[in-house]
């Protein structure tokens, strides 16, 4: 597609469900990043792929959060035993340039929002 | 550490007046800037962006950004707000990774 596709748009889960969210981003991106972004908060870095690589997962809050990207294409999000506090929407980014993220414009998906009750 | 600061939370403006939302950073060199807008249920679209050169940036939509080194800045600015702008507008910088601030909301009265 012509941009950053996630999926679902809306997610609701029981807390202690485990949730996936997908993200595929535009074709030929290099670079895939996750942010979180709560309610009245900037987006907060989650973790980055270069291709099928995980370079850095710094941001990733707890061992419950775990994100892979096995081809260098599609990257999914994965929360376990999810918590109230992991509501928020996920927001995933694309960049196609592969020398690191601080050079290339980043292209982003509408988000998932995930609310745990 | 790198940091990006909104001090604005929210931001009132009449349709047709001026705009300056303003962005503050921390980082030990040369940053790359952005400024993003978000409107409701959408995701981030790009303004626009500094990397070197002129410190006056132009971007889409008739918003302008000026870097100062001096100030640590990169306000965001627009001449004359259309009711459409509203939105929430977030000031990033990238150094090991793309920081984003708390960001402004905008609101416009007609």
């Known amino acids: 597609g012509a941009g950053v596709s996630q999926s679902p748009r809306y997610k609701v889960a029981k807390r202690g469900q485990d949730v996936a969210l997908r993200c595929d981003p535009i074709?030929?991106?290099?670079?895939l990043f996750w942010y979180q972004q709560a309610l009245g908060q900037g987006p907060e870095f989650l973790t980055y792929?270069?291709?099928?690589?995980?370079?850095?997962k710094s941001g990733l809050p707890s061992d419950r959060f775990f994100a892979e990207r096995p081809e260098g294409s599609v990257s999914t999000l994965k929360i376990q035993r999810t918590q109230q506090e992991d509501s928020a929407v996920y927001l995933c980014?694309?960049?196609?340039?592969?020398?690191?993220?601080?050079?290339?414009?980043?292209?982003f998906g509408e988000g998932s929002r995930l609310t745990v009750l | 550490a790198q940091s990006v600061t909104q001090p604005d939370i929210h931001i009132t403006v009449s349709e047709g007046a001026s705009l300056e939302l303003r962005c503050n950073y921390s980082?030990?060199?040369?940053?790359?800037l952005f400024w993003y807008v978000q409107s409701p249920g959408q995701g981030l679209q790009l303004l626009l962006k500094?990397?070197?050169?002129?410190?006056l940036v132009q971007g889409i939509k008739g918003f302008e950004a000026e870097f100062k080194r001096s100030q640590s800045s990169f306000n965001l600015r627009k001449p004359s707000v259309h009711w459409s702008d509203a939105a929430e507008y977030f000031c990033?910088?990238?150094?090991?990774?793309?920081?984003f601030g708390t960001g402004t909301s905008l609101t416009v009265i007609p």
């Open positions: 074709s030929g991106h290099v670079s």
């Open positions: 500094y990397f070197s050169g002129d410190t």
């Open positions: 980014a694309s960049s196609l340039v592969g020398s690191g993220p601080n050079t290339g414009e980043l292209f």
């Open positions: 990033a910088l990238t150094g090991n990774q793309f920081y």
């Open positions: 980082y030990g060199a040369t940053p790359y």
């Open positions: 792929f270069q291709n099928e690589a995980q370079l850095d």
